[in-house]
């Protein structure tokens, strides 16, 4: 059974610092996907990125990058100069390729960017 | 292009009444969720549809019952409603159950509360 675990439940940092989103995940399956999504704080989900198994690229999207490392099982997530506008709840996910690939969600980081 | 529209977006029951939560979709999407989110528990996955007349349970689904009549809406729909249900719901499509390279759309979510 697919698994995922973000340690980590509340962090704040200070304007323009930079954070690390840890995400860990656990799938008996060769080809598995992960995702991010972000819940601000009115509510809506919004997916920053999707990553297959056989791909351990690190990905940039302007402030936002992505560190997949599969010998670790972890798929880690880094806000560089953070922005007040990225206090938000975080989500880390896993969809696997068997079955009805079903997304299972980790349990949230919730970000607090301090001004 | 609505994209996934839930409603209400707010409900207040009191215990032992039924409702149906709305979700409709205008993407054409075969592979429809819906899933709850609650304090420290992240998102999870109550039923699922893969298509019309098609419809299974996710990890949570006691209490709850779907139907899928049409591609285009996946009701929830609480039959007797309890405390422990007060949650926020959300709907969620991708265009098929083995589109894995695309991420869910979600809907805005409905706000739930038991009394």
């Known amino acids: 059974a697919q698994k995922v675990t973000q340690a980590q439940t509340e962090i704040s940092v200070v304007e323009k610092e930079d954070v690390t989103l840890d995400c860990v995940y656990e799938t008996r399956d060769t080809t598995y996907y992960l995702f991010w999504y972000k819940q601000p704080p009115s509510g809506e989900l919004v997916f920053l990125i999707r990553?297959?198994?056989?791909?351990?690229q690190n990905e940039i999207s302007g402030r936002y990058s992505w560190n997949f490392q599969k010998s670790t099982s972890s798929f880690n997530f880094t806000i560089t100069a953070s922005q007040v506008v990225d206090s938000a709840v975080y989500f880390c996910?896993?969809?696997?390729?068997?079955?009805?690939?079903?997304?299972?969600f980790g349990t949230g980081t919730r970000l607090t960017v301090i001004p | 292009n609505a994209g996934v529209t839930q409603t209400p977006k707010f409900q207040v029951l009191k215990t032992g009444q039924s409702m149906t939560l709305q979700c409709a979709q205008d993407m054409n999407h075969e592979y429809m969720s819906w899933y709850r989110q609650d304090p420290g528990m992240g998102l999870r996955l109550i039923h699922y549809?893969?298509?019309?007349?098609?419809?299974d349970q996710g990890e949570v689904p006691n209490g709850y019952n779907v139907s899928r009549s049409t591609t285009e809406d996946f009701p929830l729909r609480l039959l007797s409603a309890a405390p422990s249900q007060t949650s926020v719901y959300f709907c969620?499509?991708?265009?098929?159950?083995?589109?894995?390279?695309?991420?869910?759309?979600f809907g805005n979510g409905t706000r739930l509360t038991v009394t």
């Open positions: 969620a499509s991708r265009i098929n159950r083995g589109a894995t390279n695309s991420p869910l759309h």
């Open positions: 990553r297959n198994s056989f791909d351990e």
């Open positions: 996910a896993t969809l696997t390729q068997t079955g009805a690939n079903n997304l299972f």
């Open positions: 549809s893969v298509g019309a007349g098609i419809t």
